[in-house]
């Protein structure tokens, strides 16, 4: 046995045994809170065998009464002078692992304090992110998705870093990780920037917080971050498409078919689309794009469908359609979300609108008999404010499917 293994035996026999077990909890405590083992210490209404214990510690006989005092001092004394030349703080170390001590537990505070700082710097900047900021402060995210306060302060830094890039439009997420990060991975779902930086995204993008993946996605699309390049896709029909490219080869191909064309955002950033009509019908739900087909075949004209809240390819192709010369008319379901849709939609690629005024809508409730009410709030139509009013009176759903074919027959003198 080495001597230092022997010197931890007899520590061990003196304050580690059951009769002495509330001492050494009392001592690591103080050590704990103060970083000094002065004073005494006491226990009241102690067994027998525990006053006999501490007794021998100091190397007194048992006193009478029920409690056991100790004295840390003369207790620190006699452990360098027999058993332990490095005294009683560095005996309860031994015997209890490190501890903390004051000075630790003010430098811990300090360093959690500028993990703090770093995102309330993120707000200052950009006033609307300090909900977000509070939030994941206050939720403690940084603590649980870390192991120390530096790991944290390295976390804060890199959200930082990522908020100062939002929004990136057109961007791949993995492609944003590693030019920031220099790791593809670095916001994966799973990792702990990943997780806690969705927040941050959909935050940018004025989204309610959420959770599952569809949230995510949608969280990364409304930044023009892309999750993966092929998921994203957007649905078109009539596009008259070219020579050029692949892409424009394949819509071409597929107009002459009279079929309907599904891009991804992988083809999208890499190719053209070829020509570009001078108008572009867009709505909201693919059944008008199936009817086009079914209806006028290699003759559609040139119609592009959202499904649902715009995603980066369909904001891809639209924007590209708009630069090079396209306009765009706009037509959506007559609920609150379709109200959404059409603004986000509007942030992105300018329209105008495609019986979608209050006009429309009054007109399409007195005309069809399968309306429901809607929920949600309508809020501002800029496009014509007084289909906002219309809508908040009535309050009556017109689905899409509902003015198929006026709708049909517009497309049809394009």
């Known amino acids: ?67 056991a005092t100790v004295s840390l001092d003369q207790l620190d004394e006699a452990l360098r002078r027999d058993a332990w030349a490095d005294g009683l703080a ?75 890039e939002l929004p990136a439009e057109g961007e791949v997420l993995g492609v944003l990780a590693a030019r920031l990060f220099g790791d593809a991975h670095a916001l994966d779902a799973r990792t702990p920037l990943g997780s806690i930086a969705t927040g941050l ?50 819509l071409a191909a597929l107009a002459v078919a009279g079929q309907p064309a599904v891009l991804t955002y992988r083809q999208l950033a890499v190719d053209d689309v070829g020509m570009v009509p001078p108008l572009v019908s867009v709505c909201e739900n693919p059944a008008v794009v199936a009817a086009a087909a079914d209806r006028f075949g290699p003759a559609a004209s040139p119609l592009v469908c959202v499904n649902g809240q715009p995603g980066a390819a369909v904001l891809r192709l639209l924007t590209s ?53 809607f929920t949600g709030v309508v809020a501002e139509t800029t496009w014509d404010l007084e289909l906002a009013i219309a809508m908040d009176e009535l309050r009556l759903r017109v689905e899409e499917e509902s003015v198929l074919s006026t709708l049909l027959d517009d497309l049809s003198v394009v």
């Open 321 to 373: 359609l708009v630069n090079r010369g396209a306009t765009l008319r706009y037509h959506g379901d007559f609920d609150a979300g379709g109200l959404a849709i059409a603004r986000t939609l509007a942030r992105s690629a300018p329209w105008v609108p495609w019986r979608f005024r209050a006009k429309d809508y009054r007109a399409a409730c007195e005309a069809s008999a399968s309306t429901s009410e």
């Open 90 to 164: 560095s005996a309860v170390v031994a015997l209890v692992g490190p501890v903390i001590g004051p000075a630790a537990r003010r430098a811990g505070r300090e360093s959690w304090q500028q993990v703090a700082d770093i995102l309330r710097d993120v707000a200052a900047e950009r006033p609307a992110l300090t909900s977000w900021v509070e939030s994941t402060l206050r939720s403690g995210a940084l603590r649980r998705a870390t192991t120390t306060a530096d790991a944290a302060n390295a976390l804060a830094l890199r959200l930082a870093a990522l908020a100062g």
């Open 201 to 250: 995204a959909a935050s940018v993008a004025g989204l309610p917080a959420g959770n599952g993946a569809g949230w995510r996605r949608s969280a990364w699309l409304a930044c023009g971050v892309v999750v993966d390049e092929l998921s994203s896709t957007v649905l078109a029909v009539g596009l008259p498409g070219g020579t050029g490219s692949p892409t424009a080869r394949a």
């Open 1 to 67: 046995m080495s001597a230092d293994t022997d010197r931890l035996e007899r520590i061990r026999r003196l304050l580690g045994t059951p009769e002495t077990a509330w001492l050494l909890e009392r001592m690591r405590s103080r050590l704990d809170q103060k970083g000094t083992l002065e004073g005494t210490v006491s226990k009241q209404n102690a067994s027998t065998a525990e006053r006999m214990a501490v007794a021998r510690l100091v190397g007194r006989t048992v006193r009478s009464g029920s409690s």
